[in-house]
């Protein structure tokens, strides 16, 4: 079987399993799987590219995805009213006093020499630094979490319109999709710049720990994005189901294809929302196909089979590595601005590196890292199968369960417990493939 | 009156508290240094290894409890440690001989090994919410505090109050104990030695006749004893949730990495560095100030250089400024390049 044949098949199989879940779990359901899982294979995407091209073991994606959030929130919303006025220019003088205390830090520690004299120099700034920041961030804050707390309480963001007409700069959110990317791209080049040159075991630990830190901080900063208060009501590029079940074309088209109005303006904005992926999504594909197959792509797979050799040969291993990171970062910032925009909602609570981190890896390790296609694959199916685990092993545990008394505490216990199916279930297929298959289902070439 | 105010007032909420969870994270960062030393990967499943001997502590607690049984003033827990630490053990050598051993022997890279133990700590993760659910689970019991905060205001007539928990004593004790008994075993008995001949230098180690998968079994059933007893304690003095633990394991590794990841001395030494940092930078300093100051001086804020929800920031902070200045660890570990 020729690998073109084997690959469609295999798109075709996942393809009509979303079909297959649509007749008998509805359309909408179907639509859901498609739409989070184009979002996925974006993620899976930005993943392969640090660890399939270049052997970057990235274990923040979660932070990245969350940053694409915040940038959805900061172009999407309207600015609060007052609240710039508040505390605006305070909040953004101490963020400049805070890059400017690292800046002399840093300067300081490449102008003097090593010593002890430095040390204390460099401590006194920091410290002296921090307070000044500090005092000159609380109040600010303060004042702008005063501004109407119940309903805004934070700056909000760039778009255009009032409260009331904000919603109809739907297509802000398009440009909220790249700002995403530039913001994942921008804490990518800083952690890059501080782990790239140590063992791959510290990368990854060093992203685990800033994926953590910026889930702090979309928690807890409430004047940038109201923390756990959430921010809802995010615009959407679509149009809304009601107006649709409000306009008269809509409802009359509808019946005429045999829907009813309510059912048919979901499934219709659902799949515009996914040929909005769809093209993000063969955007993305087509860049890093091509990318695979420059001289660059070809630069870093050699890198990544053999880092000595490569160097030896004069490639700037760092540099490249610096640039991949950032790059797949970025696509994940992307992605994760486009799930927050079809959630409509941010909510920080919600970032579990379970979900967004490990996930995103059972998707390119099963998919097949190295290959682009395969990472799409991986989206698609492991996203169906982390959707399906749960109704699959309900109705697992109901057929174990059977016999059992009704009253029986362990039955209780066991369909309780179905829903922890899932994370056991996407580990033994990670653990699977990486024992019995580890090139995954579309191998690299 | 005022100094000794503020001294019983920081030993409260600072050095007591400090103390106990840096006993914590070091016990944890032993276990992680110890794979790192001989199967050379990071164990992503520490977290959750803990969390799976902690389940079985616990299941075994209030099966106890259940009879009546308990220990009076000390938790019931410590009986059904061993036990726990028994079933730690087999699953941990089960993983392996499943698992890792097929790796070993392919002599795949390490970053392979990482994202296996991704894989092993889905599948823990998974078993211990399956078991036990994914809430909060108390199994605390027996006396609560050696002396509470009014008992001790009482006695000492001072306006501060200071409370040591049993948990926090506990903790103390048996982190010294374990430690003492690593360390013996790993300077004294021939297999700590065979360990250490193994971690320092892996081809030399085999030349002198030392069995590799004998090394590696007795490393799972350490590590996995430490994992549980680590779990434990964490879980008597804090409280037990499979997120947490999983959570922990940024903490542990910044402990495991600043102390000098692969040397046993710097995981202990990273584990109370982390820990202390982490209470120090998110208390607020208000009261100790307070009374070390003179009136007209008191702070009028928190004097809170950071609020609480940003501990995991500071060990990784820490872990960060450690890495850029000293990639070896402050004890010397491992290279890291």
């Known amino acids: ?445 | 009156m005022e100094f000794l105010n503020a001294i019983v007032a920081l030993a409260n909420y600072v050095l007591i508290p400090g103390i106990a969870y840096g006993s914590q994270l070091a016990l944890g960062a032993l276990g992680v240094t110890l794979v790192y030393g001989i199967l050379r990967f990071s164990n992503f499943a520490h977290g959750d290894t803990m969390a799976f001997g902690t389940m079985i502590v616990i299941l075994l607690t209030w099966a106890l409890q259940s009879t009546g049984f308990n220990l009076g003033p000390l938790p019931t827990a410590l009986v059904a440690l061993p036990l726990g630490i028994l079933g730690c053990i087999l699953l941990v050598l089960l993983t392996d001989r499943l698992v890792y051993r097929f790796y070993r022997e392919q002599k795949a890279k390490p970053v392979i090994l990482v994202i296996v133990s991704m894989g092993v700590m889905f599948v823990m993760n998974g078993i211990v919410r399956f078991i036990i659910g994914p809430d909060d689970q108390s199994f605390a019991d027996g006396e609560r505090f050696i002396i509470s905060a009014r008992d001790f205001k009482t006695l000492t007539g001072l306006e501060e109050g200071l409370g040591i928990r049993t948990t926090q004593l506990i903790t103390v004790v048996t982190a010294i104990v374990v430690v003492a008994l690593l360390f013996w075993f790993l300077n004294k008995t021939r297999a700590g030695k065979s360990m250490r001949a193994y971690s320092d230098n892996e081809d030399l180690a085999l030349l002198s006749g030392i069995n590799p998968e004998r090394v590696v079994m007795i490393t799972w059933i350490i590590v996995a004893a430490l994992a549980t007893i680590a779990g434990t304690l964490y879980g008597l003095d804090k409280s037990f949730k499979p997120f947490t633990y999983f959570q922990l394991l940024l903490p542990i590794f910044a402990s495991a990495v600043v102390g000098g990841i692969g040397n046993p001395l710097g995981a202990i030494a990273g584990g109370f560095v982390i820990a202390f940092s982490e209470v120090t930078i998110t208390y607020a300093w208000k009261k100790v100030l307070g009374y070390l100051m003179p009136e007209s001086l008191e702070p009028s804020g928190l004097v809170q250089l950071m609020s609480t929800d940003y501990k995991f920031a500071v060990s990784f902070v820490i872990l960060l400024i450690v890495l850029l200045f000293k990639p070896t660890g402050l004890f010397k570990g491992q290279s890291t390049t």
Not at chain 1, 52 to 62: D, P, Y
Not at chain 1, 175 to 198: E, H, M, N, Q, S
Not at chain 1, 368 to 378: D, E, K, P, T
Request: proline content about 4%; charged content about 10%; hydrophobic content about 55%.
């Open chain 1, 1 to 445: 079987m020729s690998d073109t044949l084997r690959n469609t098949l295999l798109f075709a199989l996942v393809f009509g399993l979303i079909i297959v879940s649509g007749f008998f779990q509805g359309w909408n359901n179907a639509m859901f799987i498609l739409n989070m899982g184009l979002i996925s294979a974006i993620m899976s995407l930005g993943v392969n590219l640090q660890w399939g091209f270049a052997g970057l073991f990235n274990v923040g994606v979660m932070g990245f995805v969350a940053l694409g959030g915040l940038a959805a929130v900061l172009i999407g919303m309207p600015a609060t009213p007052g609240a710039f006025g508040a505390g605006g220019w305070g909040v953004i003088g101490a963020l400049v006093l805070g890059v400017a205390t690292i800046l002399a830090a840093v300067l300081a520690y490449r102008g003097m020499s090593p010593g002890r004299a430095r040390s204390l120099a460099i401590m006194a700034i920091l410290i002296f630094g921090f307070f000044v920041f500090r005092g000159l961030l609380d109040p600010s804050v303060e004042a702008i979490e005063a501004v109407n707390p119940a309903a805004t309480g934070y700056l909000g963001g760039l778009n255009p319109g009032t409260d009331e007409t904000y919603r109809d700069n739907g297509w802000i959110m398009l440009i909220a999709w790249p700002v995403g990317g530039l913001f994942a791209a921008g804490a990518a080049w800083l952690i890059g710049k501080a782990a790239l040159g140590l063992r791959s075991d510290y990368l990854a630990i060093a992203t685990l720990g800033i994926a953590e830190i910026i889930i702090a901080m979309l928690k807890n900063e409430d004047w940038l994005t109201r923390g756990v208060k959430n921010v809802v009501g995010i615009p959407r590029p679509v149009p809304y189901e009601l107006d649709l079940q409000n306009s008269a074309a809509f409802v009359d088209r509808a019946a005429s294809l045999g829907f009813d109005p309510v059912e048919g303006s979901t499934i219709f904005v659902k799949i515009l929302y996914a040929l909005l992926f769809a093209a993000v999504l063969l955007i993305i594909f087509w860049l890093s196909h091509r990318a695979l197959h420059s001289p660059w792509g070809r630069m870093l797979r050699a890198i990544r089979d053999n880092e000595v050799a490569a160097e030896a040969m004069g490639k700037d291993v760092t540099k490249r590595h610096l640039q991949v990171f950032i790059l797949g970062s970025a696509v994940c910032g992307i992605a994760g601005a486009m799930m927050t925009t079809l959630d409509s909602q941010l909510t920080p609570g919600t970032y579990q590196p379970l979900r967004f981190t490990f996930l995103i890896w059972v998707m390119v390790i099963v998919g097949g890292s190295g290959n682009n296609l395969g990472a799409i694959l991986g989206g698609f199916l492991i996203w169906f199968l982390w959707v399906q685990v749960e109704p699959i092993g309900l109705f697992l545990m109901d057929i174990i369960t059977a016999g059992m008394a009704e009253d029986s505490p362990l039955k209780a216990h066991l369909i309780e417990s179905a829903a922890q199916m899932r994370l056991m279930t996407m580990g033994l297929i990670m653990i699977l493939v990486l024992r019995f298959s580890p090139r995954g289902l579309i191998p690299e070439k």
